[in-house]
């Protein structure tokens, strides 16, 4: 057994807790291959996104740094080319590094620090995305709830064609470690655009359900919504267009749907690393970028700091190395990048460069006493919301801070659908003051504020001006050499 193992990293879009059945006994999707990841690996039981949101969380995970310090700020925000990033500590380490799938990062580099891509990204890479301040809340057509009127059936679709794309690429890049017979450890990042929105699925997965009563959301719509809720309601549509029991049934049921073709996916990955040799030494890491709310609290999509929209699956697998188990400490997207780096022979590396924003919680998976991992911080500067918001996890009780709005403490141990705000109870000053000095002692609020709200404003003029005369050239474009292919190439064997 290699001292440098494997890392296959498996990501679904928007793919919330709740809705697993390894994190609730009520789950109505049906996830065989990942419930057996489950059961015989690691669950990390409150793992979170540090922003609910696609480009700054994936931002954190690859740099370990929160969205305040890479200041991807949202979807239409770069993240610098400068910033090192867990490809870069596994590169340095002796690894090869390769991407088949969504990274949406944006701007000119495309790569930062992986040695190749195996597909283009979902998303545009410039900063079409951008959404100032200065808008106010505003309503969104491409993140509206009206899209819920097309959830359900369909032929095909983008994101099933990429998802395709992205499978057939991953199991290609597996085989050609054994045929060429490669000795080189590889990073593998997987990365799937569903189940994100619009839900939508082919009769394969969505007959799945057939004998399923798609249940509606337990948590009622808040009598008196914080002003965040207030402001997503406006960006989503959610005042405009309520959707009714049957397409909030449909949109579930398609959900579902969507998670269960991911399911088949990660399926075909683990059977072909068993048929090439290749699952004793892989460590196989199953993740989400954030979450959706999924009609809970009234809510859809994500951008809340509510458990459906931050709190993500995890789950580490590797029978020969992590002992099977769950553990309950809280840990972030961010602590991945020194976690990997870590487990790949890098940490002394990740530590130089890296930040000391996160932490690698290894010593959770393998049970050690060293580890004191039990923290996550949370940040979101996106679009839907007028003024940031931040929050902290730790250990119980869960603190949300909005800039110019009332604050939220939440006993999750007690109450898990946050339905109780103790900020203003006296018997929970202690921890309220607590976890509130320990989140906002890190920040100038007031200097960030302004340094995000400039750098919008900015890029929504770079936007206009980089739109003119052919407009971008940033997106990645694969690139496959026909002429090394297959048996043309320089001493590829034809079969093993």
């Known amino acids: 057994m290699s001292d440098q193992p494997n890392i296959l990293f498996v990501q679904a879009d928007q793919l919330t807790a709740f809705v697993l059945s390894m994190y609730r006994d009520d789950a109505q999707s049906k996830t065989p291959n990942l419930d057996a990841l489950a059961a015989e690996g690691v669950v990390m039981e409150n ?3 540090n922003s609910p949101i696609c480009c700054p969380a994936r931002a954190s995970q690859f740099s370990g740094r929160l969205p305040s310090t890479h200041e991807v700020w949202g979807n239409g925000a770069e993240f610098r080319a400068e910033i090192p990033t867990v490809a870069h500590f596994l590169r340095a380490a002796g690894y090869e590094c390769v991407v088949s799938g969504k990274c949406h990062f944006i701007g000119p580099d495309q790569l930062h620090g992986f040695d190749r891509r195996l597909t283009t990204d979902m998303y545009p ?30 032929k095909t679709n983008n994101q099933l064609l990429y998802d395709a794309e992205v499978q ?20 593998l990042h997987v990365s799937y655009t569903q189940p994100h929105e619009a839900y939508q699925s082919v009769p394969e997965y969505w007959g799945r359900y057939d004998d399923t009563e798609i249940a509606l959301p337990r948590i009622p719509a808040d009598e008196a919504p914080h002003p965040t809720t207030e402001w997503l309601h406006i960006h989503h549509g959610i005042d405009q267009a309520p959707p009714c029991d049957d397409t909030i049934r449909a949109s579930r049921r398609a959900y579902y749907a969507m998670i269960s073709h991911l399911d088949d996916y990660v399926g075909e990955l683990v059977a072909e690393l068993k048929h090439l040799g290749l699952y004793d030494d892989t460590v ?29 699956p995890m789950i580490w697998h590797n029978p020969k190395r992590i002992a099977p188990g769950r553990r309950a400490e809280c840990v972030s997207l961010a602590d991945l990048c020194p976690t990997f780096a870590e487990l790949g022979g890098a940490r002394e590396t990740s530590d130089r460069y890296g930040s000391d924003q996160s932490g ?25 919301v007028i003024e940031p918001w ?36 006296p018997a929970h000053a202690a921890i309220k003051t607590q976890l509130k000095d320990r989140l906002l002692g890190r920040y100038d609020v007031e200097a960030m504020t302004r340094r995000a709200a400039k750098e919008k404003e900015t890029r929504s003029f770079l936007h206009d001006a980089l739109s003119t005369n052919g407009g971008y050239h940033w997106d990645y474009q694969p690139l496959f050499d026909a002429s090394r292919q297959y048996v043309r190439g320089v001493n590829k064997p034809a079969t093993v």
Not at 360 to 384: C, H, N, Q, T, W
């Open 390 to 425: 931040l929050a902290i996890r730790q250990g119980d009780f869960k603190y949300a801070w909005t800039r110019n709005a009332p604050e939220l403490l939440f006993d999750l141990a007690r109450d898990p659908d946050e339905q109780t705000d103790l900020s203003t109870d």
């Open 284 to 312: 196989i890491v199953f993740t989400s970028d954030h979450g959706d709310m999924l009609g809970e609290r009234g809510m859809w999509f994500k951008r809340s700091f509510y458990q459906g929209s931050l709190q993500v």
């Open 360 to 384: 690698s919680f290894l010593g959770l998976l393998m049970a050690r006493s060293d580890s004191v991992k039990d923290e996550a911080i949370a940040e979101y500067f996106g679009p839907g």
């Open 47 to 49: 793992a979170y996104s």
């Open 168 to 187: 057939y690429r991953s199991l290609e890049f597996l085989r050609s470690r054994v045929l060429e017979s490669h000795d080189q450890p590889w990073f």
């Open 125 to 154: 890479s410039g900063f079409d995305w951008t959404i100032p301040w200065s808008w106010g809340p505003v309503h969104r057509e491409g993140t509206s709830v009206k899209k819920l009127a097309v959830s359900g059936l369909c």
